[in-house]
C-alpha cells in the first residue's frame, strides 16, 4: 500500500498548485507614441506615397506612349492601304492599256518573223548571186 499513498500524496500535491490562483499581470498599457516617431511615421508615409504615385505616373506614362504608337501605327497602315490602292487602280489602268494595244503588239511580233524569214531568204539568195557571179566571170574569162 505504501505505492498508492505516495501516488495520492503526488495527485494532492498537483490539485494543490491547480487551485491556487496565479496571478496574471495587468495587461500592460499601450506604448506612448513620441513625436519624432509621428514625425517619422508621416514621413514614411509620405514618401512611400510619393513613390507609388511615380510608379502609377510612369505606368500612365507608359500607357500613353503604347497608344500613340498605335495611333500612328492605324495612320501608317490607312496611308499604305491608299497608296496601295493607287498603285493597284493604275495597275489595272495599265493592263486595260496593254490588253487594248495587245493586237498591235501581236503584229509587231508577226513582222518581226517575218522580216526574220526575208532576212534568212535574202542571205540565201546573196550566197545564190554570188555564186553565180563567180561562174558567170569564169565564164567570161
Known amino acids: 500500500m505504501p505505492f498508492s499513498l505516495s501516488k495520492e500524496r503526488k495527485m494532492a500535491e498537483i490539485n494543490e498548485r491547480a487551485s491556487t490562483s496565479l496571478e496574471c ?65 493604275k495597275i489595272q489602268e495599265l493592263n486595260k492599256k496593254y490588253e487594248g494595244i495587245q493586237p498591235y503588239l501581236d503584229q509587231i511580233d508577226e513582222i518581226d518573223q517575218a522580216t526574220k524569214r526575208l532576212e534568212e531568204a535574202t542571205a540565201v539568195l546573196d550566197s545564190y548571186v554570188a555564186g553565180l557571179e563567180t561562174r558567170f566571170r569564169s565564164l567570161q574569162q
Open 25 to 89: 499581470p495587468p495587461t500592460p498599457a499601450p506604448p506612448m507614441v513620441s513625436e519624432e516617431m509621428k514625425r517619422l511615421s508621416a514621413t514614411m508615409h509620405e514618401k512611400v506615397s510619393a513613390y507609388i504615385q511615380g510608379q502609377i505616373e510612369g505606368t500612365i506614362d507608359d500607357y500613353k506612349l503604347l497608344e500613340d504608337m498605335n495611333k500612328t501605327s492605324a495612320q501608317r497602315y490607312a496611308d499604305m492601304k491608299q497608296v496601295t490602292k493607287r498603285v493597284s487602280d
